[in-house]
């Protein structure tokens, strides 16, 4: 068969490509026939649809030309769960000793994160093991328990808990420096959404270099912020401030862990210097709250 004179021919390749660019024309209403001759297959366009035909086909081109980056497969670290034992024995163990006033002392009075007490560093971290009500203590401890064990598979469970108590620690002290000085908070709540934003800056960093669309480049980073919405919010009694900076501060430290590839050092040495470092921290800063509160 022969084109018409009033025809442009767009194409001369085979059926199959012909077929292809036929239909990302036939998506874009763009008028055009296939027709096949001695040889090949012409796919072939009035004058006037001409321009946006090689613009349509064009960009199908390069899109399709653009190599689809294929995410390599972690290997799970082993002992995430001992990480979440000792994050479910630190809690319990805190619980116990202030429900029963251990030492005579108030304990929520003293570890618990007060703006009027800025210069007290440490309850930037003993507040993250301090719960007023069972009901509070068992959310948490189910929460972060999750989000630990994910966290320990990815770097490890002493680089994983290092990072979330971090994330968590820098939440609160930023959440002292801005709030008013009536401002009391406790919780491992913010420690959990640490956790939560540690997970999506890791997800998040390797997507945002690639050249996928936008959606899927900017999907981590939306379900993590869509979990912080659901979870994060709720009464008047609610530390939104600090959930908030602990899912920021955790994205910020998931996304540079992942840049600097740090899930791939497996070195048990590594994870043991972290973990024990994180535990001493914690019971240090218990130390000072217990000697200035008797």
């Not at 929520?108 to 007060?114: K, V, W, Y």
């Not at 064990?149 to 609160?172: F, H, R």
Request: with cysteine.
């Amino acid at each position: 068969m022969e084109t018409t004179p009033a025809d442009i021919v767009v194409l001369h390749g085979s059926k199959q490509l012909c077929g292809e660019y036929s239909l990302v024309l036939e998506a874009r209403d763009i008028e055009h026939v296939v027709r096949e001759i001695e040889g090949g297959w012409l796919l072939t366009v009035p004058p006037s649809m001409l321009q946006r035909a090689i613009e349509e086909i064009s960009r199908y081109t390069a899109e399709r030309s653009i190599p689809r980056s294929i995410p390599q497969r972690i290997e799970p670290h082993s002992g995430a769960a001992l990480g979440a034992i000792a994050y479910t024995a630190i809690l319990l163990l805190i619980a116990y000793c202030a429900g029963s006033r251990m030492f005579g002392m108030d304990w929520l009075s003293a570890g618990a994160l007060d703006a009027g007490a800025a210069r007290e560093w440490w309850r930037a971290f003993t507040a993250l093991t301090l719960h007023v009500d069972q009901e509070h203590l068992l959310g948490n401890l189910l929460f972060g328990v999750v989000v630990g064990i994910a966290a320990g598979q990815l770097l490890g469970p002493g680089v994983g808990w290092a990072s979330i108590v971090g994330a968590a620690a820098l939440a609160n002290t930023l959440e002292v420096l801005v709030s008013p000085a009536t401002h009391h908070a406790v919780g491992a709540s913010t420690a959990v959404f640490a956790g939560l934003g540690l997970l999506t800056g890791m997800a998040w960093q390797p997507r945002l270099s690639s050249r996928e669309r936008a959606w899927y480049r900017w999907a981590p980073l939306i379900a993590g912020a869509s979990l912080l919405t659901l979870l994060g919010a709720g009464t008047e009694h609610v530390d939104v401030l600090g959930h908030g900076l602990g899912f920021l501060f955790g994205v910020g430290i998931g996304w540079v862990l992942a840049r600097a590839k740090i899930s791939r050092y497996r070195e048990p040495l590594v994870q043991m210097i972290a973990g024990i470092a994180t535990l001493i921290l914690v019971g240090i800063a218990w130390l000072l709250a217990i000697n200035h509160a008797t």
